[in-house]
């Protein structure tokens, strides 16, 4: 019996390779300054996650798939999908801390083919199907949900339905670069009229378009899906979007698990229904 299981395992060790076979070896690393109200768990989850997008992030793979993507939000959610499913074998190389910073570097395996067609049917939009749609998932769930009241149908107002999203999850906000945060990359490189074009277009951008704003872009799961139906059941519209970092008219850069935050979608003109749902 024991030569039995000793064959065996030789014969593991011997196909184990093959197992990563056409697999590329990716590595990234991330440093991450943790807040007082974050324990030194979640900091370090967070700070493997970054690691891991860097690493995604610099693969020729995905550089290549992705090299026509200009939409810098759909871009965020991608990467956050791919990482948590196509990275296998996630191993820490190195580890350092100093007081309330930490810093990661990963290695992982991509494989190449796979990785691909994930791109492809996540750009396509088969990623809405494949997910699934629930009330609750492992980042946050939907809580309560206030239709639009009858008076502003009455006088012709924009129906708004609001969505109230509790966080199961500890979450730290980000906002889209700006055109004026690529100036200050390199201030040289641009004249005096430039770089106050930029700021004026990034003050616009930071009121007027969503993606610039403090978001909680922490996973893909954090996304929030409304499905408006028209009065025979077929449907007209989906939005889908990230809570902003937003609580009590204040913007707020940290949310607790327990805390809740809400979210607003324009109903359709000829919406009579809607289904809200986040990602399985």
């Known amino acids: 019996m024991i030569k039995k299981y000793l064959v065996m395992g030789f014969v593991i060790l011997l196909l184990f390779p093959a197992l990563l076979w056409g697999a590329d070896k990716i590595q990234g690393n991330a440093c991450y300054t943790y807040g007082d109200n974050e324990s030194l768990v979640q900091a370090e989850q967070m700070t493997k996650t970054l690691a891991i997008r860097n690493a995604i992030e610099s693969y020729s793979i995905f550089i290549e798939s992705t090299s026509k993507v200009t939409d810098l939000q759909l871009s965020s959610d991608l990467i956050n999908t791919i990482s948590t499913g196509q990275v296998k074998r996630i191993k820490i190389l190195k580890r350092l801390q100093s007081g309330r910073k930490l810093c990661y570097t990963v290695e992982g395996y991509v494989e190449p083919n796979d990785l691909k067609t994930a791109i492809k049917e996540y750009l396509s939009g088969k990623h809405r199907i494949a997910t699934g749609r629930v009330q609750e998932n492992e980042w946050i769930k939907i809580v309560r949900i206030v239709p639009p009241s009858y008076l502003d149908e009455i006088l012709g107002e924009d129906r708004i339905l609001q969505v109230e999203i509790e966080f199961l999850k500890y979450c730290k906000a980000t906002t889209k670069e700006t055109p004026y945060d690529e100036v200050l990359k390199n201030?040289?490189?641009?004249?005096?009229?430039?770089?106050?074009?930029?700021?004026?277009?990034?003050?616009?951008?930071?009121?007027?378009?969503?993606?610039?704003?403090?978001k909680y872009r922490c996973n893909y799961h954090t996304t929030?899906?409304?499905?408006?139906?028209?009065?025979?059941?077929?449907?007209?519209?989906?939005?889908?979007?990230?809570?902003?970092?937003?609580?009590?008219?204040?913007?707020?850069?940290?949310?607790?698990?327990?805390?809740?935050?809400?979210?607003?979608?324009?109903?359709?003109?000829?919406?009579?229904?809607?289904?809200?749902?986040?990602?399985?």
């Open 187 to 214: 201030p040289r490189a641009y004249t005096d009229k430039q770089i106050n074009d930029a700021a004026g277009e990034s003050f616009v951008k930071i009121l007027v378009d969503p993606k610039y704003r403090l």
């Open 224 to 280: 929030v899906f409304a499905t408006f139906y028209d009065k025979y059941g077929s449907e007209i519209e989906t939005y889908d979007d990230i809570p902003m970092g937003i609580k009590n008219k204040e913007y707020k850069l940290e949310i607790l698990p327990g805390e809740t935050v809400w979210k607003n979608f324009l109903i359709p003109k000829d919406a009579v229904s809607w289904e809200v749902w986040v990602p399985k």
